[in-house]
């Protein structure tokens, strides 16, 4: 059964359900963002799995694309694409309202913690309290390194290129920038000769599955009005993004200077918004050796504690920045109280990191559309999503020794770096509940929500009996 009705002065197809209203978008945005753990992989898995499998508002091919541009730009690459998905149903204020509500939980749980830990002096405790949800999460990511492996791997050559990927980045810490350049290139060579791997729509969904098709979705398959590329547009996207953006930096140093600590951190971050790709992992050594090292922000391990308050709090990684900008504003209050300009300086933090993923995506999505029929880019781009399938399992492979072991040390040497656990210090507990965790979500098809609460509850419980410490 369709319908046919007028959405944002086009007409649209819509196959048994309505076009979602801005309400409905609030609810579901909310909803992802309060299930965003895991990182970048399991951030992918719970926007998939409501956005095209449950609310079947965008296709496969669609969702792919716009995941495959996200990668390509500096900064979270999770939370740039609900600004896209969000851009695509709703204009510019969906895409606010994506990006934003994709961020929130984690700034306020961020900032609560910070809180705690500037008063306390540690967080030992927070890691107790999430040990259960940590396995939930690594079974979550997993659950995505497998969706998004079974529809972006059609064929033998996208297997090589995830293989050569993975290798890539696990073995020899290649830099990803370059990963992504070169899977893109391969794309767009293999396309141009006409190989048959690299033709759009070779090969088949995972165990005879039909990935839903654009055309089946709620947005349909052609480019909505908003989407077409303008000029004009364009001028006004990036002028009024940018003075949001930049204007809290300058206003900074030219009334503070430039070494007041919030003029420092306004810098420093929104220098490093332009340069994150890769993801977090790729930028928080820099940011941890600026932070100790140049700023004196820190002390030493101090980053290792954020990291661990933002790998298992809501949204993305790279919101352990907000605890350093937290911190270095705390130490260097001046006038003001600490826990105030702490608070300040975390939200400073915050707004000149993510700020940016605003204007790429509202200034290159409509041109990204455009490519969509481009048959040798589509190619370059499904190349990219393929060898991000390797990424991930990197990711998934990194945080699952981090949880079930707890010792994992670096070997270097012969062009390699290559992270391996200690086998004594496996964590028989944690890898109970991360087996009872896939279990729940593979065969029992349990839902996220009460995979999460079930596992942390576990923990909670585990720790108030002593079997796990602070």
């Known amino acids: 059964m369709t319908e046919t009705r007028r959405h944002d002065n086009r007409t649209v197809t819509v196959s048994d359900q309505s076009y979602p209203t801005l309400r409905e978008a609030l609810w579901t945005w909310g909803r992802i963002a309060l299930l965003s753990f895991g990182g970048p992989a399991g951030q ?156 759009p729509g070779n090969g088949h969904g995972p165990f005879g599955k039909t990935p839903l098709a654009d055309a089946d979705s709620v947005l349909g398959e052609d480019v909505p009005d908003h989407a077409h590329p303008s000029r004009a547009q364009a001028l006004r996207v990036a002028a009024i993004c940018l003075v949001l953006w930049l204007a809290p930096t300058l206003l900074l140093l030219i009334f503070l200077g430039p070494q007041n600590v919030f003029a420092t951190i306004a810098a420093f971050f929104s220098a490093m918004a332009v340069v994150t790709f890769g993801g977090a992992y790729a930028v928080l050594a820099w940011v941890a050796q600026a932070a100790v090292e140049t700023f004196g922000w820190l002390e030493p391990g101090e980053m290792l504690d954020g990291l661990g308050m933002a790998e298992t709090t809501p949204g993305p990684l790279i919101m352990v920045t907000q605890f350093v900008g937290f911190m270095g504003a705390f130490r260097d209050a001046g006038d003001l109280s600490p826990l105030l300009a702490g608070t300040l300086g975390g939200l400073l933090t915050t707004w000149v990191t993510f700020a940016p993923c605003f204007l790429w995506i509202f200034l290159g999505g409509p041109y990204v559309e455009r490519l969509r029929a481009n048959v040798a880019l589509s190619a370059a781009l499904a190349a990219v999503t393929a060898a991000v399938v390797g990424v991930i399992l990197n990711l998934a492979l990194w945080f699952g020794l981090h949880v079930l072991f707890a010792e994992v040390r670096t070997f270097t040497g012969f062009a390699m770096s290559l992270d391996w656990p200690v086998p004594g210090t496996v964590n028989p507990i944690a890898v109970a509940l991360t087996l009872a965790a896939l279990i729940a979500m593979f065969r029992f098809k349990l839902g996220l929500f009460t995979v999460l609460g079930a596992s942390a509850a576990i923990g909670i419980a585990l720790h108030a009996a002593g079997v796990v410490a602070a």
């Open 44 to 199: 992918i898995a719970v926007m998939h799995r409501i956005l095209v499998d449950e609310k079947r508002w965008v296709g496969e091919e669609r969702f792919l694309h716009a995941l495959n541009f996200s990668m390509l730009l500096p900064g979270p690459e999770a939370q740039q694409l609900a600004v896209y998905i969000g851009w695509l149903m709703h204009r510019t204020l969906g895409g606010l309202i994506a990006g934003i509500f994709f961020v929130l939980p984690g700034v306020a749980a961020i900032m609560v913690l910070s809180w705690l830990y500037a008063i306390y002096g540690n967080v030992g405790f927070v890691e107790a309290l999430f040990f259960g949800l940590k396995a939930a999460v690594l079974a979550i990511v997993l659950q995505a390194l497998v969706r998004i492996a079974g529809r972006a791997l059609r064929n033998t050559a996208m297997y090589v290129l995830a293989a050569a990927s993975f290798i890539a980045i696990f073995v020899f810490a290649v830099p990803f920038p370059l990963i992504i350049a070169t899977a893109a290139l391969a794309g767009y060579l293999g396309s141009r000769s006409g190989l048959e791997a690299f033709k």
